[in-house]
């Protein structure tokens, strides 16, 4: 007995030794534990002598994250958020150049012209509900029927400064107005109407699922993920008058460790027959062109997106102003900040 302990203890130092000696490479992405695990599991069945180790966050809180640890890199890959936050990124010298295989077959628009980051996938932006609560006749329609008074207290947000998905949706909302102070007041109605703001997106999903609320605003990949994987009464609506479209983006970090399968990575999971994989299993739309529709599934080529015309590059350097501004002085009391200018 003590003999067979000895030699499983002695065979899980060795295991662990073994773990040890393999290559370390540190992923910073929002996609979720789905998305994430499988495309660990399928680099390290590659590539066994890496040890993937993604860590997930918000859009938002990744470039936070990358700015903070500058001096000393922590991750080697960023994968996922708002083009807008790769583009401050480059502008700060946050990021390392690189031009994938495919760059040929990227959208317009959809990544840096001096390769600081490529778009993996384009993000439809929707007005997410529960269908137990709600039929879709009964769902707002449109951005502004959000902040009619029917909707008091029946609405859930993600909090937005860490998000990029939630900041590029309240920019997208005041670049709607005709100046920055009608888009805060569109925020400020959009706050009296909101039961709370979730610290991530598993307690926006989870109190939406229990009914504390009816609507909320997300992503349409998400929505779509957790309805069909966990079974979340959930379905959404593109607004009729158009949607936030983002190109979600990848990115090498500036003086991160292993970068040699960093790049490796960035590769494996933007091959065309990944990005098909992950259209299917987790809903994204690829940004490649050069993916053929039939293999693609149907509801992507059906679906009807208008795009929403942004000045990205104006959200890009002002956003940041917006939203602290929306957090010192509107969020949570957005019916005073109403009152004070009369506009209640």
Request: hydrophobic share 40%; charged share 25%; proline share 6%.
């Amino acid at each position: 007995m003590m003999r067979t302990v000895v030699v499983l203890l002695v065979a899980l130092v060795l295991f662990s030794c073994a773990s040890d000696d393999r290559e370390t490479l540190v992923v910073y992405s929002p996609h979720g534990k789905e998305l994430l695990e499988a495309s660990e599991e399928a680099f390290e069945a590659k590539y066994p002598d890496v040890d993937v180790q993604w860590i997930d966050m918000g859009g938002q809180d990744a470039y936070d994250r990358i700015r903070t640890e500058s001096a000393n890199p922590q991750a080697s890959l960023w994968w996922g958020g708002a083009s807008t936050a790769f583009d401050r990124a480059a502008r700060e010298g946050l990021l390392e150049p690189y031009v994938p295989t495919w760059s040929d077959a990227a959208a317009d628009n959809a990544f840096d012209p001096d390769g600081f980051w490529y778009g993996t996938f384009l993000t439809p932006e929707v007005i997410a509900y529960n269908s137990r609560t709600l039929d879709i006749t009964e769902a707002p329609q449109d951005w502004d029927a959000l902040i009619e008074p029917e909707w008091r207290d029946r609405i859930l947000i993600r909090y937005p400064l860490a998000s990029s998905t939630m900041r590029t949706i309240f920019g997208a909302m005041i670049l709607r107005q005709p100046t920055v102070e009608d888009g805060y007041a569109w925020l400020a109605r959009l706050d009296v109407n909101t039961k709370a703001y979730t610290a991530n997106p598993t307690q926006l999903y989870l109190r939406l699922a229990r009914e504390e609320a009816d609507v909320s605003l997300w992503n349409m990949p998400d929505i779509y993920l957790q309805a069909e994987m966990h079974d979340y009464p959930f379905d959404y609506l593109i607004p009729t008058s158009g949607t936030p479209v983002l190109a979600d983006g990848i990115a090498l970090v500036e003086g991160g460790p292993n970068l040699d399968r960093a790049r490796q990575f960035y590769e494996h999971v933007t091959t065309d027959s990944a990005l098909v994989r992950q259209a299917h299993e987790y809903y994204r739309i690829p940004v490649r062109q050069d993916i053929a529709s039939e293999r693609l599934p149907g509801w992507m080529t059906r679906a009807a997106i208008t795009p929403m015309p942004i000045d990205w590059g104006r959200l890009e350097q002002e956003g940041a102003t917006w939203m602290q501004y929306w957090d010192e002085n509107i969020k949570g009391r957005g019916a005073e900040w109403l009152a004070e200018r009369g506009l209640d």
